[in-house]
């Protein structure tokens, strides 16, 4: 059997998702308030640039992977308008069902769909638009995730990957300090759970940097390929045209 890792640790591929699925159920109840703990709230700026980045415009159609409690998702919708589309999606059902009804309760009704990112149900050349934000880490595949994300994608379509990245050196041990011993604490004392955290820390050092999943995304078939560093390289914004 093939192997992957979950965090630090090696394990058959056909069990990661499973892992992955665990945590999510764990934290999606706190999700959201972990987020603005743990980002000071920064977060929110991030995710303001990605939708600034995205530049859509009424009756755009929209993929939102990994959308999870739906920030991305409800602010697309703004964007796209009635005549527009933005499709809700996410592997894990608890969090799926989390940012359902918080996208309910604020009025907006958009399709909702459990969904494997490395198999996607949708025909080919279908979507303007494709965001996947801190999700791509999770997946077993990331590859043929990327080249699912470019088949159902227009010519001209645009993929916009937000991730956790590679840190400025200068910043690499106060970051690790904080990876490692604060996060699984605000973990254990919010949610409940410290595990999850630590599991979140260590994807991070195991997802590809910067330089590493533009080379991963050209080889998906985007044929140009831009990054932008956030908070000194925590998170980055890569951008894939479908040429």
Same mark, same amino acid.
């Given at each position: 059997?093939?192997?992957?890792?979950?965090?630090?640790?090696?394990?058959?591929e056909?069990?990661?998702?499973s892992?992955?699925?665990g945590v999510?159920?764990?934290v999606?109840?706190k999700?959201d308030?972990?987020?603005?703990l743990?980002?000071?709230?920064?977060?929110r700026?991030?995710?303001a640039?990605?939708?600034?980045?995205?530049?859509?415009?009424?009756?755009d159609?929209v993929?939102?992977?990994?959308g999870?409690?739906?920030d991305?998702?409800?602010?697309?919708?703004?964007?796209v308008g009635n005549?527009?589309?933005?499709?809700?999606?996410?592997?894990?059902e608890?969090?799926?069902?989390?940012?359902r009804?918080?996208l309910v309760?604020?009025?907006?009704?958009?399709?909702?769909?459990?969904?494997?990112?490395?198999?996607?149900?949708?025909?080919d050349?279908?979507f303007?638009? !494709?965001? !996947?934000?801190?999700?791509?880490?999770?997946?077993t595949h990331?590859?043929?995730?990327?080249k699912?994300?470019?088949r159902v994608l227009?010519p001209?379509?645009?993929?916009?990957v937000l991730?956790f990245?590679?840190?400025?050196?200068?910043?690499?041990?106060?970051?690790?300090?904080?990876?490692?011993?604060?996060l699984?604490f605000l973990?254990?004392?919010?949610?409940?759970?410290?595990?999850s955290?630590?599991?979140l820390?260590?994807?991070?050092?195991?997802?590809?940097?910067?330089?590493?999943?533009?080379?991963?995304?050209?080889g998906?078939?985007?044929?140009?390929?831009?990054?932008?560093?956030?908070?000194?390289?925590?998170?980055?914004?890569?951008?894939?045209?479908?040429?």
């Amino acid at each position: 059997m093939s192997s992957t890792h979950f965090g630090f640790e090696t394990v058959d591929e056909k069990d990661k998702a499973s892992r992955v699925r665990g945590v999510f159920d764990s934290v999606a109840s706190k999700y959201d308030i972990m987020n603005d703990l743990m980002s000071g709230g920064l977060h929110r700026a991030w995710k303001a640039y990605t939708v600034m980045v995205a530049n859509l415009k009424e009756g755009d159609q929209v993929l939102d992977i990994a959308g999870g409690t739906g920030d991305l998702s409800m602010a697309f919708s703004k964007k796209v308008g009635n005549s527009g589309r933005v499709v809700h999606t996410d592997i894990n059902e608890a969090m799926l069902r989390t940012g359902r009804n918080r996208l309910v309760d604020k009025g907006i009704i958009l399709p909702t769909l459990v969904c494997d990112a490395e198999k996607l149900p949708f025909p080919d050349a279908h979507f303007d638009l !494709v965001s !996947v934000a801190f999700g791509l880490r999770n997946m077993t595949h990331k590859d043929g995730a990327l080249k699912e994300m470019n088949r159902v994608l227009k010519p001209g379509g645009k993929l916009l990957v937000l991730e956790f990245s590679k840190v400025a050196k200068p910043l690499a041990k106060p970051y690790d300090l904080y990876s490692f011993k604060v996060l699984p604490f605000l973990g254990k004392l919010v949610a409940g759970d410290d595990s999850s955290y630590r599991y979140l820390a260590e994807s991070i050092r195991m997802h590809p940097g910067q330089e590493e999943l533009k080379v991963l995304m050209q080889g998906a078939g985007f044929g140009h390929v831009d990054y932008h560093n956030m908070t000194g390289g925590i998170v980055a914004l890569h951008v894939g045209i479908k040429c």
